[in-house]
């Protein structure tokens, strides 16, 4: 695999992982460093179906109930511990396999909200299953795809609870004796994997619990070069530097502003999206100036100008 770096955050409902997530992909972006934002469950279009159906069980999918022999199962059924399990796993072979290898693989800083550690910690802390059952099948799914780095968020989650706004899915009913085991399995993994996993106070407000995390990005991510140039004003604006070809910059401009608030959006609301959208914009990068190649004439214009666009649209959609 390439420089791609992988980490993930985790930690009990409510903890403040998302937050989080999002705090240190504007931060990266900002620095010019490329990360991709993405969860479990939920980060592909398989994995959001599966989302559906461990979050909410069968009443997702009432027509199944309806149709699917109601004398074995209807919709207030639970799933069996097991079957969670291996739908968890599933969406993870499907996320890795779509989603966060190809990004690895493309240099890009995955941020991953929740991995297998919510597996160790829900299925087997939480479910009771095999601790080595879950990590083998988790490992097995994800073709034993680590994070380099795992924040966990450590909260009571009789206090984080208060924090959601939403009615609770179907782990976070599943009572507070339930929530204590998650808790503390997540802190017997950090225990085991000090090396992996940073534990952090997460009653602590969101700004002194980002600090920890920038002040430990910063160290991971040292040494990595931005993937954009960056803009500097006194750089003759990007029309001028093409004046024959204006008309098709000023188009470029606009597609190429459309399309990053599009991705901000995409990260924040649309997890699938996030991942496709991705492609168009690897590609205009792969195929602009990085290098500054032998092929840098045969770059189209309009490639180029998205290039040195980028940076000035980052700091003016914040
Ligand atoms: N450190 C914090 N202090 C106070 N409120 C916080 C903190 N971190 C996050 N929040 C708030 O708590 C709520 C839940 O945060 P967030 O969605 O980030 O948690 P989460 O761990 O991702 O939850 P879930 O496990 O349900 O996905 C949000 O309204 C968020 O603004
Ligand atoms: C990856 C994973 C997740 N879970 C649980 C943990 C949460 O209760 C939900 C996901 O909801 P969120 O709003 O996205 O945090 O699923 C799990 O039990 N096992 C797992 O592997």
């Known amino acids: 695999m390439s420089d791609g770096l992988f980490i993930s955050f985790e930690g009990v409902d409510g903890a403040g992982k998302t937050t989080q997530v999002q705090q240190a992909h504007n931060y990266l972006q900002e620095r010019g460093l490329r990360s991709r934002v993405t969860r479990e469950p939920g980060g592909t279009p398989v994995g959001l179906t599966i989302r559906e159906l461990v979050l909410h069980g069968l009443a997702a999918f009432p027509s199944v109930a309806v149709t699917g ?11 069996a511990p097991r079957t969670e399990a291996l739908l968890y796993a599933a969406d993870r072979a499907e996320h890795v396999a779509q989603v966060v290898r190809p990004a690895l693989e493309r240099g890009d800083i995955v941020l991953c909200d929740r991995y297998l550690d919510s597996s ?7 479910r009771d299953l095999s601790v080595d059952v879950i990590r083998r099948l988790s490992l097995w799914a994800s073709q034993d795809l680590l994070p380099k780095r795992t924040y966990l968020l450590d909260a009571d989650p009789s206090q984080s609870k208060s924090r959601l706004d939403h ?34 106070d997460a009653t602590q407000s969101i700004e002194q619990v980002w600090q920890i995390i920038q002040d430990d990005l910063d160290k991971l991510v040292e040494g990595r070069e931005p993937d954009l140039p960056q803009v500097d004003d006194d750089l003759p604006d990007v029309d001028d530097e093409n004046d024959d070809t204006g008309a098709q910059d000023d188009a470029d401009k ?15 609301t649309d997890w699938t999206e ?7 914009d690897d590609q205009s990068m792969e195929s602009g100036t990085a290098g500054g190649d032998a092929d840098d004439d045969s770059v189209p214009v309009g490639s180029r100008a998205r290039w040195l666009l980028r940076p000035r649209l980052l700091r003016k959609t914040r």
Do not use: N
């Open 69 to 79: 022999g109601t004398d074995v199962v209807d919709a207030s059924d639970d799933l």
């Open 120 to 126: 160790l910690a829900y299925q087997a802390g939480g």
């Open 167 to 200: 009615e609770p899915d179907r782990l976070e009913s599943a009572g507070d004796d339930f929530q204590q085991h998650v808790r503390q399995a997540f802190l017997q993994l950090a225990q085991r994997e000090p090396d992996r996993f940073l534990v952090i």
């Open 254 to 268: 606009d597609e190429s502003a459309a399309g990053y608030e599009d991705d901000e959006q995409a990260t924040e």
């Open 274 to 280: 996030s991942a496709d959208t991705s492609d168009q």
